[in-house]
Structure formats: structure tokens, C-alpha cells
């Protein structure tokens, strides 16, 4: 090696048989190079780093019967399992428009699928959010299945970086697209202690809203770290046990999210512009995964079924398998609604 090239970096490694940290899961990030590691890590009920399990396929197949010849909108691409499945059910004929507003991970996932076979002619993937919907619509002349994962991506809650889980350190930012908008951060720099309090129950049904909103006002919170270590002391001066800690930080990521990215109303464009979008006999159905999301979905589904807008709606939420929920714990608080347009 020249004296004037830059040292070599060596590989990050860990002590033990399973990596903690998420730089050193450099064996789960290069699935192509250590396929049999990502089978392990599955097998013991975890996703591996940098991918995403779909959850509840065959319900969601089941529910929306992608057919040849259908045009299909998957309007939470991701790391792009649903719409795997659903591609080769649309051939010949058909086509998939997937669409995402994550600019770090949808070229990922676009390649992904790419590289799978699914060429122009089949797959459309653009980066924007529900509110592109009617440009959708204009060129796709509309669709006949509609699938919307509100879940967050593993790929995003996994990595620090992207400051969506409590479980590492990492800024506090849990933007979507962290090119637009104010992080999580910022947004506590600027709430009063009672209406961070009110965030929390709005948007997560947090029992503990006032203790958890009391210990971080005017704390200056700026790390993922920071806001775990302040829940924690809220709730620990409770006399809370773990377990409810845990989820007391759950739902406090989670309410930060939605609010960051004003998933709420995002959601309530979606549902209104949605029959509109569909073709006679249209499908869709939609994944949620806490109380505010699977509330506005079944609101806005029977109140199309009243209108006489959807001829049929799910009568309850379907659940992952109990099988599911043991092989991917992340399953666990999916619900599934569907909908289905008249014929004509």
C-alpha cells in the first residue's frame, strides 16, 4: 500500500453470537454476501437489519384478489414485500404503481425490485404522499386495487440514525423524509407542557401523558437517548414497573411520529380521495397498527358503506395468525381493513 493512501478501515465486529449495535450487523446488511445469517435471525422471531418483513400477505391477497390485466397502487411502497407478491399476480397485462415518501429507502427498494425482474412496463414507482393521489389517478386511469401499509418500515425503526426507536442512541428526528419539515427535536423545543401532554394522548392514548409531558418541558431533549431517559425517570418516579415502561415509550415515539409527520391528516386525505381513485369493483385495504389510525379507517370505510359509496367493508379487523405473531412479534398490533367498491 502508498505511504500517502488513506489507512484501511478494519470491519466492525461484535462480541457474542448476535450483534447489539446496529453498525455492527454488517452480516444482516449484506444479505447477497450472508444469506444464511438473515435466515438465523429470522428463525429466532427477529427481522434481520436493513430489511422488512410484510406483514399479514396472504390476508392482504386475499382481501384485495390482484387478477391479470388489474392496475394495483401500493401507497406505503417500503422495502417492498407486498408489493413482490402482488406483481406476478398482475402479469400479463397489469401494472403496479408504488409509491413512497422515504427519498433514502424507496431507490433501495425500487432497485430491489428491479432487480427481481419487474421492468417499467410493469412497475411505476414515484417518491410522494397520499396527496399525489389524483395525479396518480390521471395516469393510471385508475385502480383496481389499493393496498396502504401505515406501518413504519423496520429499515427506518432499526436504524439510529433515522431516530425512530428508543433502543439506541441516535438524533431525535423521526421525519419520514427528513428533507422536509421540523424533526421530533424541534417540535418539543417549541410545545408547552400542556399541549405535549395532549399530543400524547391524541396521538397515542397515553395513560401517562402529564407525567411523561411534565419531566420533558424545557428539558431541551435533542437525542433519542435524551427522551427515553426522561420517560423513564417519569415513570419510574410512579413507582412503574419495565414492562409498562417499555410501553410508555412505544407509544411516546410513537406520538412524536405521527405528529412529526402529520400522519393523522395525511391518512384523512387519503380516505376521502380514495373512492374517487378506484375503478367500478375496486379493492383496497389498509393496514394499521394503533387505535387513531384503525379508528379513521373504519370510520371512513361504514360511512362509505352508508352512502352507498363501498357496496362491502370488512365487518371486523382481521389479525396476523397467531403463527405470524410468534415468527414476527411486529405483527402483533397489525389490524386489516378492506373495502370493495359496486360493480358499476
Given amino acids: ?34 444469506a444464511a ?29 390482484p387478477k391479470p390485466g388489474d392496475v ?16 406476478p399476480l398482475l402479469v400479463p397485462g397489469g401494472r403496479l404503481f408504488g409509491v413512497d415518501v422515504d427519498p433514502l429507502e424507496l431507490p ?33 386511469g385508475g385502480f383496481d ?3 396502504a401499509d401505515l406501518g413504519v418500515s423496520s429499515m427506518q425503526l432499526d436504524n439510529p440514525a433515522r431516530g425512530f426507536t428508543w433502543k439506541a442512541d441516535g438524533p431525535l428526528d423521526l421525519r419520514l423524509n427528513p428533507q422536509r419539515g421540523r424533526s421530533a427535536a424541534d417540535l418539543l423545543a417549541a410545545l408547552e407542557e400542556a399541549a405535549l401532554a395532549e399530543l400524547l394522548i391524541e396521538n397515542a392514548d397515553e395513560p401517562h401523558a402529564a407525567a411523561i409531558a411534565r419531566e420533558i418541558h424545557g428539558q431541551g431533549v435533542r437525542t433519542t437517548r435524551d427522551l427515553a431517559d426522561r420517560v423513564r425517570a417519569a415513570l419510574r418516579a410512579d413507582g412503574l414497573e419495565n414492562d409498562e415502561i417499555k410501553r410508555a415509550l412505544q407509544r411516546t415515539f410513537q406520538a412524536l411520529r405521527i405528529a412529526v409527520n402529520d400522519e393523522f391528516t395525511v391518512l384523512d386525505q387519503f380516505l376521502s380521495l380514495l373512492p374517487d381513485c378506484l375503478k367500478p369493483g375496486g379493492r383496497v385495504a389498509i393496514l394499521t397498527f394503533h387505535s387513531g389510525e384503525d379508528r379513521r ?19 371486523e379487523p382481521l389479525r396476523a395468525s397467531p403463527e405470524e405473531r410468534r415468527a ?7 389490524k386489516l381493513r378492506w373495502a370493495k367498491l359496486p360493480l358499476g
Avoid at 379507517?297 to 365487518?315: D, I, M, N, S
Fill in 1 to 34: 500500500m502508498n505511504q500517502d493512501d488513506p489507512p484501511r478501515r478494519r470491519r466492525v465486529r461484535y462480541q457474542g453470537t448476535h450483534p447489539r449495535r446496529f453498525e455492527e450487523k454488517y452480516k444482516e446488511l449484506a444479505p447477497e454476501q450472508h
Fill in 37 to 65: 445469517e438473515q435466515e438465523k435471525v429470522m428463525a429466532r422471531g427477529h427481522t434481520p437489519a436493513g430489511t422488512h418483513r410484510p406483514i399479514m400477505v396472504a390476508e392482504i391477497l386475499a382481501a384485495l384478489d
Fill in 72 to 87: 394495483a397502487l401500493d401507497a406505503t411502497l417500503g422495502y417492498g414485500g407486498h408489493a413482490q407478491a402482488m406483481l
Fill in 108 to 140: 433501495r427498494t425500487e432497485a430491489r425490485l428491479r432487480a427481481l425482474g419487474f421492468g417499467e412496463e410493469v412497475l411505476t414507482v414515484h417518491r410522494m404522499n397520499f396527496a399525489g393521489l389524483p395525479r396518480l389517478q390521471a395516469e393510471s
Fill in 145 to 147: 386495487v389499493v393496498l
Fill in 297 to 315: 379507517v373504519k370510520k371512513a370505510f361504514l360511512q362509505g358503506l352508508r352512502a352507498g359509496t363501498y357496496v362491502e367493508v370488512a365487518p
Fill in 328 to 334: 414476527n412479534p411486529r405483527s402483533t398490533s397489525a
